[in-house]
């Protein structure tokens, strides 16, 4: 059976720190796309890599072929996450049952589709950010609706909330910043900033969003 390492699939040492990974990742999804000359098996090996460091699993990755289970999964919540930016270019809905399995067959930019490890630790904004991802905010205290998310699938808690209406709330409308996953897999749509009724709630954000790499 032939295996590599996530690491050797990556392109990078052993010892690489959670910035290199996150960098090599986006590297390689672009080198093995489809759409690029890469392979669906060799792009799907590097998600497969990626998926392993983030959950803390350096060992062999099998190949397509080996059928080889992987380790349960550590504590956290796994969550898939969607850029609201590219809904309109593919003529999606917010609404659509099948959102992201159609994001996920899209070829989306790492930065706006993929999925992360939550930390139970972490809030959601926090966890993206310290995988190398920057998202939408401003006051990373609730007190405004920059940060919003919407939950599709999972539940988030929220500790407290002075912006968000109820009926906002009811449908499945958190804040980033201040709330974390509290099952163990969540779907949500970032930088959904822009939707009736939000656009209202924010605050300035040019000093505050982080530029990306």
């Known amino acids: 059976m032939c295996v590599e390492s996530p690491f050797e699939i990556l392109g990078v040492d052993p010892d690489a720190d959670e910035t290199e990974i996150v960098r090599a990742y986006r590297r390689r999804v672009k080198e093995t796309h489809p759409d690029h000359g890469g392979s669906a098996d060799a792009f799907q090996r590097v998600q497969t890599a990626y998926e392993a460091l983030q959950n803390g699993h350096a060992t062999d990755v099998p190949d397509a072929e080996s059928g080889g289970e992987r380790e349960p999964q550590p504590e956290g919540t796994r969550v898939e996450f969607l850029n609201y930016d590219v809904l309109d ?26 999925k992360i490890l939550v930390q139970p630790h972490e809030h959601l904004l926090e966890a993206a950010e310290n995988r190398g991802f920057s998202w939408p905010f401003a006051c990373r205290g609730g007190a405004c609706a920059n940060c919003a998310v919407a939950v599709v699938e999972g539940e988030m808690e929220m500790p407290s909330n002075h912006v968000l209406s109820a009926e906002m709330v009811e449908d499945g409308f958190g804040l980033s910043c201040i709330s974390g996953p509290i099952s163990d897999e969540m779907k949500v749509v970032f930088n959904i900033k822009h939707l009736p009724g939000l656009d209202e709630l924010r605050l300035p954000a040019q000093r505050f969003n982080r530029p990306t790499d």
């Open 89 to 114: 270019d593919h003529g999606w809905d917010l609404d659509d049952d099948d959102l992201f399995e159609k994001a996920a067959d899209a070829g989306l930019d790492p930065e706006d589709y993929g």
